[in-house]
């Protein structure tokens, strides 16, 4: 029980991690990508589409993959090039993504899909689990550690003086919704490969808004938002058993609601934090 529990809290860690890294790469260009809940549920739809129609794990890596990256290229056109409204458009997006996911739904249902998890088939794992970490190191290498660090914060936060020490703006910000979509869809495809068994009912529930939610909060930071995002996968894990632990002091009415209760806690905890170290620079 305990090794199914930690195998569980480390595939949705690793699907947290890769969201909420999406999340930040766009942040760090001054975009507020609504639009990483739409480019997650529309890999994964397009991911199990493919595979269920043609029992062909490979061209449904291909059709989902190809689903999620024009998601993401749709959001950078719209918010970018034709400067739309974020938010608005994030908003159509994810209503779009909400109806092609259902779409998926019914059209498997009642197909037999192949169920492959960590436990079952360790080597079958591998084939997305490595890929998924390479994305996320070499993703946060790119925010943190490399020379394009300064100018993505640069461009996200004065896009002006950006512009006056020739830093091209639409580049970089294409470089950052770049990296939003490759994350966001990794996380996708790994998400549908794990789940599978018409568990994809579970993926409307919001999962790209919780991890849009930790980016916001740890404003912008890479290191504190992949750890609460294995917290969160932890009480993602506890809200799919059947019951609490006994060592938790809490109904099991309350499991549904733990993901969404942490991130509230952490927003407020860590809003409050940045608050208290605002005012005492200013002095």
Known sequence: MNLTFFAITLEWGIIFALLVIASIAAIRVGIFCLAVESIFLNTAAGFILGFAMTNSFL?????????GTSTAFFFFLFVVVLR???????????????????FAIYCIKGQKFISISLLANIKSQLILVIPALVVSVAIFFVLDKSFLKTRLIAVGQSPEIAKISNISVLRYRALGIALTGIAATTAGLYCAYIQSQFHIAQ????????????????????????????ALAFFRTLSLMDSLPKWIPAPDALLPALPYVLVLFFIAFLSGLFKKKTKVFSI
């Open 59 to 67: 061209i449904g890596l291909v059709i989902g993959s190809v689903v």
């Open 84 to 102: 739309l409204e974020e938010i608005v458009t994030g908003l159509g997006l994810n209503m779009l993504s909400f109806g092609v996911s259902s």
């Open 203 to 230: 993926w409307n529930e919001g999962l790209g808004f919780l991890a849009l939610g930790v980016a916001f909060a740890s404003r912008g930071s890479l290191e504190i938002g992949v750890i609460v995002a294995f």
